[in-house]
C-alpha cells in the first residue's frame, strides 16, 4: 500500500449504524470459502470479509493440485461463484477487519475498514474498458510481477466479485478511465468507510505468507533472472499463465535444465523458521511433472534435505517423478552464482557421495519457498488476547483432539493460519470449524 492510500484510508468516517451476523468469517480463501458455504446451509447468516479485491486466496493461483493433478481453478472457481451468490452470505471484499471486542459470550462487535476502490459497486459490469484505456503499466501481483497490469484493472478475469479497481498509488489521473466507463462508475471521491457489525462467532481464516525469499541472498533471488520462486512456476504453468509458454524470463527461451531448490526459507535456522511448510516437497514435485510433459526434452533436477511424502497417494506421486525422469539430489544448496548467457550456477552438498561440494549450471532455478504464518489480525483483538504459539501460528485449544478452537471462546481458526497444511486438510479443518462455531451458537443462545 501506498502513501496516497494510506492518507485516504486515515479519513475514514465511522458509520452509525451497526449491522448484525451469525458468523463473521476472516480470510476469502479455500477455507474460509469452505467454512462460509457450510455454515450458510445451515442456515446461519455469514459475513465473509477478504482484504483482496476477490475471493480466491492462493489456491486459485496454481496450476494444479497434487497428488491428483486436478485443475485448482476448476476447482476453486465454482466455490467462488457458490459463495458470492449464496443469499446466507454478505460478502465484502477490499476490506480489513480492524478492531475485535469480545462483550459476552455469542457478542463480538467488529470494526471494518472497507477501502475505496474508486469504482462504484453497485454500478460497474466488470467490462474492463477502463482497464483497456489506462495508459499505466506496473507489475501485477496475481503473477508475481511476471507481466503487468494496469492502474485500472479487473484483478483477473473470473474475479468474484468481478469489479474495477483503481490503483491510487500508480493513477495519474489522466481520467481515461472516466472517459472509457459506458455506465459512469468511476468515482474518485469515493471515500473510505469503518463499518460497524455484530456477530456471534468468528472464524479466521486468513491463510498464510510466502517467505521473502530475499532474504536467502545466497540464492540471488532479485538479482538473476533466471532465479525464480515457485508461486512464479506454478503461474508460468497455469491455463492462464503469463507468456502462454514456459519461459525463462532472462531472454524469453524454453529452459532445457532447470532446478528445484527445496526447503529455501524452510528448516532454516538461519532465517528464523526452523520448521517444515509440509507441501514444497510435494509441489515442487507437481511443478516437475507437469514440467515434463510441458518441455518434454528438459532435465529437471530437485535438490533436497528429505522428500516429506506422507500424504495419501504422496509415495506413489514421488516414485512417478523419478520414474518420468526427475533427478533427485539430497543435499542443501549452498549458494548459487551467474554463469555465462543467463545461466545459473548450482553449488550444493552431495551427502550421498560423500558429503562433497559440487556445482551444476542450470538456464533456470525454481527456489521452493516456504510457508510463514500470517498472525496480523491477532492485532484487532482488543479486550481479549488470541494466543500465538513461538513462531506466529494461531494456538489451538488442543492440536490433537480440537485443532480449531483458539485461546478466545467464541473465536476459531482454519487452515495455514493455525499452520502449514494441503489444500484437502485445509478443508477438512473449514468443515470442522463450521461445525465447531454451530454448536457454539446453538449452546449461548440456548
Known amino acids: 500500500m501506498g502513501e496516497i492510500m494510506e492518507k485516504i484510508l486515515a479519513s475514514a468516517v465511522e458509520e452509525k449504524n451497526e449491522k448484525e451476523y451469525d458468523v463473521l468469517i476472516i480470510g476469502g480463501g479455500i477455507a474460509g470459502e469452505e467454512a462460509a458455504l457450510d455454515l450458510a446451509e445451515m442456515g446461519f447468516k455469514v459475513l465473509l470479509v477478504e482484504k483482496e479485491p476477490s475471493i480466491g486466496g492462493h489456491m486459485f493461483l496454481l496450476s494444479k493440485v497434487f497428488p491428483t493433478l486436478d485443475c485448482a481453478s476448476c476447482i476453486s472457481t465454482p466455490r467462488m461463484a457458490a459463495v458470492a451468490h449464496h443469499p446466507n452470505i454478505t460478502l465484502m471484499t477490499y476490506s480489513e477487519v480492524k478492531e475485535i471486542e469480545k462483550r459476552g ?93 455484530k456477530v456471534g462467532a468468528i472464524i479466521i481464516a486468513t491463510g498464510y505468507k510466502l517467505f521473502p525469499i530475499g532474504r536467502k541472498k545466497e540464492y540471488m533471488f532479485g538479482k538473476l533472472a533466471n532465479v525464480i520462486t515457485s508461486m512464479q512456476m506454478d503461474r508460468l504453468l497455469a491455463p492462464t499463465r503469463p507468456y502462454n509458454a514456459v519461459l525463462r524470463p532472462f531472454d524469453g527461451k524454453e529452459p532445457m535444465n532447470i532446478a528445484f531448490v527445496l526447503c529455501a526459507g524452510s528448516r ?55 520414474d518420468m525422469g526427475v533427478i533427485f539430489i539430497k543435499g542443501r544448496v549452498a549458494k548459487i552464482e551467474p554463469a555465462e548467457n543467463g545461466d545459473v550456477v548450482v553449488y550444493y552438498e552431495d551427502i550421498e557421495n560423500g558429503g562433497r561440494l559440487k556445482k551444476a549450471v542450470h538456464d533456470l532455478v525454481v527456489l521452493s519457498v516456504g510457508l510463514l504464518p500470517n498472525p496480523d489480525i ?64 446453538k449452546e449461548v443462545r440456548g
Not at 497490469?149 to 498509488?169: C, G
Not at 526452523?274 to 511433472?289: E, G
Not at 483483538?381 to 500465538?388: A, D, M, P, S
Open 105 to 197: 459470550e455469542g457478542d463480538f462487535r467488529v470494526k471494518i475498514l472497507k477501502k475505496p476502490r474508486f469504482v462504484e459497486e453497485s454500478l460497474c459490469t466488470g467490462c474492463a474498458q477502463c482497464e483497456s484505456a489506462c495508459p499505466v503499466i506496473v507489475p501485477k501481483e496475481y503473477d508475481f510481477g511476471l507481466r503487468g497490469r494496469k492502474a485500472a484493472y479487473i484483478p483477473f478475469d473470473t474475479a468474484v466479485p468481478k469489479i474495477a479497481v483503481i490503483d491510487i498509488d500508480h493513477c495519474i489521473f489522466c481520467g481515461q478511465c472516466e472517459i472509457a466507463c459506458p455506465v459512469g462508475a468511476i468515482n474518485f471521491l469515493q471515500k473510505p468507510k469503518i463499518i460497524k457489525v
Open 378 to 441: 491477532a492485532k484487532a483483538f482488543k479486550n481479549v488476547k488470541l494466543e500465538l504459539d513461538e513462531y506466529g501460528w494461531i494456538k489451538p485449544k488442543d492440536e490433537n483432539t480440537n485443532p480449531v478452537e483458539t485461546s478466545i471462546p467464541g473465536v476459531f481458526a482454519a487452515g495455514c493460519i493455525v499452520g502449514p497444511k494441503d489444500i484437502p486438510d485445509t478443508v477438512v479443518e473449514a468443515a470442522a470449524a463450521a461445525a465447531h462455531v454451530a454448536a457454539y451458537l
Open 268 to 322: 532454516d535456522r538461519t532465517v528464523g523458521n526452523p520448521l517444515c511448510s509440509q507441501v514444497c516437497c510435494m509441489y515442487s514435485i507437481k511443478q516437475a511433472q507437469l514440467l515434463m510433459g510441458a518441455l518434454p526434452l528438459a532435465d529437471i533436477t530437485i535438490y533436497y534435505m528429505d522428500i516429506r511424502a506422507f500424504g495419501k497417494g504422496f509415495e506413489e506421486f514421488y516414485q512417478q517423478a523419478k
